[in-house]
């Protein structure tokens, strides 16, 4: 069974800074690429940044340059540094494997003053 269990989200206020935690289950963590996606209200769900098996990371536009995505595969864990936030930010984030269908239940960033 693939579990992802999302956190580290929470209210900032623009400027601010997160991070988040994604702790992997059910798979051999350090042979999957894990990418973290975003979902604003009305939005759809689109991917923010990637992070290869070998530690190469890509990431969208959008976030180049304030978000930093990280794993240790020690730990079955990835991350998603997130510096200088903006209110175009929020969004319920989660994390998955490349070729996964299974999601968690995500976590909450809320960008507001």
């Known amino acids: 069974q693939v579990q992802l269990v999302e956190s580290g989200g929470g209210l900032v206020q623009p400027g601010g800074s997160l991070r988040l935690s994604c702790a992997a289950s059910?798979?051999?963590?350090?042979?999957?690429?894990m990418g973290w996606y975003r979902q604003a209200p009305g939005k759809q769900r689109e991917l923010v940044a990637r992070?290869?098996?070998?530690?190469?990371?890509n990431y969208a536009d959008s976030v180049r340059g304030r978000f930093t995505i990280s794993r240790d595969n020690a730990k079955n864990m990835v991350y998603l540094q997130m510096n200088s936030l903006k209110p175009e930010d929020t969004a319920v984030y989660y994390c998955?494997?490349?070729?996964?269908?299974?999601w968690g239940r995500g976590t909450q960033v809320t960008v507001s003053s």
């Open positions: 998955k494997t490349d070729g996964g269908s299974n």
């Open positions: 059910g798979i051999i963590f350090r042979l999957n690429a």
């Open positions: 992070i290869t098996t070998g530690g190469t990371a």
